[in-house]
């Protein structure tokens, strides 16, 4: 970066390992190749696997007319398919947490996109109103999403309006812990 001094950059040095030492956050390492695994869950949580199957279920009305039995045999196997990839890899309370705050925004009347990224390709993520893009129809893969051969964790990219996202963020404070809620952002520089 040549527009940037030696004395900048060993600023921002210097403020990352300040940054670091402040952390008190534990990495564990995997073995290679693994994929990531949900994090443990306090006893006497639901069985989430469980919980997920009946959020389908009664979701499936809502996107489609009918029931899984009725679902068009590729829209059923797809379903399956990434049910068993989900529960393979102990994400059934992720997407349960996801469904449960994209239904309280809606409920609130709080802008909400319609889903973005590879999440769009996740039938589950469509019948539990995550997103709003059925996969099949626009021939998105469930793969690029979440797949065992993946190692990093699915990332759901839902768009909250601003002027409402600091209540989204109380409510899960409250909701689930102020200690398991961070509010991340990304930074942008347009140049002209």
Not at 7 to 23: G, W
Not at 28 to 38: F, N, W
Not at 46 to 51: H, N, S
């Amino acid at each position: 970066y040549p527009h940037i001094s030696d004395l900048k950059i060993q600023e921002m040095l210097d403020n990352t390992v300040e940054l670091a030492e402040r952390c008190t956050a534990t990495i564990k390492d995997r073995p290679q190749g693994t994929y990531m695994v949900a994090p443990a869950l306090p006893a006497g949580t639901p069985d989430y696997d469980t919980l997920l199957m009946d959020l389908v279920l009664a979701g499936i009305p809502g996107r489609f007319s009918g029931t899984l039995e009725g679902l068009l045999p590729e829209y059923r196997t797809r379903l399956l398919h990434e049910l068993n990839t989900i529960w393979d890899m102990g994400f059934s309370a992720y997407f349960c947490f996801v469904a449960d705050t994209c239904r309280w925004i809606r409920a609130q009347g709080i802008p909400l996109g319609p889903g973005r990224g590879s999440s769009a390709g996740s039938l589950v993520s469509y019948i539990l109103k995550i997103t709003d893009l059925d996969p099949l129809r626009y021939g998105l893969i469930f793969e690029r999403f979440l797949a065992p051969w993946r190692t990093d964790a699915p990332d759901f990219d839902i768009d909250v309006g601003r002027a409402r996202r600091e209540e989204v963020i109380d409510f899960l404070r409250e909701k689930y812990g102020h200690e398991h809620v961070a509010h991340i952002c990304t930074h942008n520089m347009l140049k002209g």
